[in-house]
């Protein structure tokens, strides 16, 4: 059941908007920005920052346009006199007691009181009292609270009333004493509390972790989805100097709406681990990639692989996998490290769930076994190729079992026993690709930075072993892969690159996104 | 063929090496005795240089002797020829320092853009030439090295006061 459509102008352009929506929404719709702090499309409408009031023509005062329904005919006025005026003074106000410490801030260059204040603002402050102080406090979990930079929109309160269902924080005090405050005995420990750190307008909740690390304009950001568990969040991995300083949850309405969770959030020191795998190996040694290849077909010839592979993996790799075993004859086979669930109740179907990697779904789809355990059933004279698996986590017996073992991976092989080729390849932050999450939502990842070495795709090197192997396999791209597989596999029909975008696409009947 | 070479047979005193001599020494002797100097007798003299002169750099410190630097970044973001590494930390008040920071002199083209954008006004080009070292790797000055020199610091351009009377 849809609304009725609206028609009404906000500066001047004709927008048509379904009844109900906030003026708010609807000049984002326009392509205007309504200044606003304590509004958040993921958040109750709270309406205490005054930061957003627009002119509406024949209203008798500024009407607050996150709280205001649009109306028929209705002739908005974001940028007039009258609206600017309210807003330099309403920023005026909440600079009173704002430090300037924007170099010291680690919100400077993302804060939006200060995109503000350069924006619309006034050139100096006319208050001449000493500033209001309060001491840092630390707010438990990963947040640091700094509550003079605070300018109370309460979208964090709001996020863990509503959203959290864990009412930990509330405004305290009143007037110009009022901070935010924990209650009594609890913290920000919550699974998903760090998400009050995003939605902090201004640095006054801060992440300890990432605190004194890095300046917002020096971070590269690149669009990726989190391997943490199956729900495949979607986020914006940011680099300095080519090492992950941060991940961000880059919103989604059909997955994780604007939220990552902590776990996810913090787990990311792996991508910049230092004991790679960097250079091709053939018989235990260093080789060129093209030595170390012929050294696999050789371990292969007439032996059936049995592939055990880190379901994190992507689409196309678990593809290429399939095509490899259908060659050689074999399994593909992969195991799901379990952890404690943790829902995010305002939020449906939201959850850090239980399976601990990105892409059992689409594993499966292609082909590959679930299974507790992946190395039984190795038979004398396999070939056990790893994909992307802990050298040390292989046990010795399966070791002991096969013929050859073959090493495609991101750790340092070097400790394993009949290593007959070793390939590195990339992490999932340095190569581009497809992952499926539990709903069967198919979502691109992109690279956000270089690989150690010569450390190549994973579907690059799987894609010149499948040459080596006598298919044909002349991929340039991931993208070419991808199209490979959407034509030869039914679920995945008709979906490319270009039409999952940076926001998925589930597959053919899944109930992906069904919910919401 | 030979080459004629026709010389030419001038009178005594357009040849006579004499007059020339005594005109030199005339004016030799006249700069002992004339006040107009023009050469400095450096390094026991040396020029008064502009206050606007961008030598290489100085950072300032506090009454305690901790540089004033916050490590906002400003300056490596500012910075055209990408010559300063600064590597934030956090001391033991919780004030955020830097843990690294370094000027590569070399590559520095002396834009005075540094000082120009530090909020703290702590990190300044000095009015200072004398920069010989005896090994390239002592032109990356340090932290260190930087708050110990003495030298006087550059005066920005000051719109108030364009000619800088």
Known sequence: ?516 | MTIKVKVLDRPIEQVSYVRATVKGLALTFKHMVDPHKVTVQYPDERWDISPRWRGTHRMLTTEDGKAKCVACGLCPTVCPANCIKLVPGEDEQGNRYPLVFEIDEFRCIFCGYCQEVCPEEAIHVGRHYENAEYSRDSFVYDLQRLTEQTHPVCEMWDPADQKGE
């Open chain 1, 1 to 516: 059941m849809t609304a009725p459509l609206v028609n009404l102008t906000i500066e001047g352009r004709p927008v048509s908007v379904p009844a109900g929506t906030s003026i708010l929404e609807a000049a984002k719709t326009a392509g205007v920005l309504i200044p606003h702090y304590c509004y958040h499309p993921g958040l109750p409408v709270a309406g205490v920052c005054r930061m957003c009031l627009v002119d509406v023509e024949k209203a008798p005062k500024l009407m607050p346009s996150c709280a205001t329904a649009v109306a028929e005919g209705q002739v908005v006025h974001v940028h007039n006199d009258k609206s600017l005026e309210a807003r330099k003074g309403v920023l005026e106000l909440l600079l009173i007691n704002h430090p300037l410490d924007c170099p010291i801030c680690d919100q400077s260059g993302e804060c939006e009181l200060q995109d503000y204040t350069f924006q619309e603002g006034r050139q100096d402050s006319r208050y001449r009292e000493p500033k209001r102080f309060n001491p840092v406090e630390d707010f438990g979990g990963d947040v640091l609270y700094v509550p003079n930079r605070c300018i109370l929109c309460t979208r964090c309160v709001r996020f863990m009333d509503d959203v959290h269902k864990d009412a930990v924080l509330a405004v305290g005090e009143r007037g110009d004493r009022a901070v935010i405050t924990t209650a009594p005995d609890a913290g920000l420990t919550q699974p998903w509390a760090s998400n009050v750190v995003d939605l902090c307008p201004v640095g006054a909740l801060l992440s300890k972790d990432f605190l004194n690390k890095a300046r917002a304009w020096e971070l590269d950001r690149s669009a990726s989805v989190c391997t943490g568990c199956s729900q495949g969040c979607n986020i914006v991995v940011e680099t300095r100097d080519n090492a992950v300083v941060r991940l961000k949850p880059r919103a989604n309405e059909a997955v994780n709406a604007f939220f990552m969770c902590d776990e996810g959030r913090l787990n990311y020191r792996w991508l910049n681990r230092q004991d790679r795998c960097a250079v091709p190996m053939a018989n235990g040694a260093p080789a060129e990639w093209s030595t170390a290849i012929a050294a696999a077909v050789g371990a292969l010839n007439g032996k059936r692989a049995h592939v055990v592979a880190n379901a994190s993996l992507s689409n196309e790799v678990f593809f290429l996998l399939k095509r490899i075993v259908g060659k050689t004859g074999g399994s593909v086979k992969f195991d799901v490290p379990q952890g404690a669930e943790a829902a995010l109740p305002g939020v449906e179907d939201l959850a850090l769930r239980a399976d601990r990697v990105a892409n059992a779904t689409g594993a499966e789809a292609f082909g590959a076994a679930r299974t507790e355990q992946p190395y039984a059933g190795v038979s004398a004279g396999d070939v056990l190729v790893l994909v992307d698996v802990e050298p040390s986590a292989v046990p010795s017996t399966a070791l002991n079992a096969a013929s050859a073992v073959i090493f495609i991976g991101t750790a340092d092989p070097s400790g394993l026993s009949k290593l007959t080729a070793a390939f590195p390849i990339a992490n999932v932050v340095e190569s581009d690709g497809t992952l499926t999450n539990l709903r069967g939502r198919v979502q691109r990842f992109l690279q956000a930075k270089a690989a150690p070495g010569q450390a190549r795709p994973a579907w690059f090197a799987l894609a010149d072993l499948l040459i080596a192997l006598g298919e044909k396999a002349d991929y340039a791209t991931a993208s070419d892969i991808f199209a490979a597989l959407a034509t030869s596999t039914p679920a995945f029909d008709g979906m490319s690159f270009d039409s999952l975008g940076l926001k998925g696409t589930p597959l053919a009947g899944s109930m992906a996104g069904a919910g919401r």
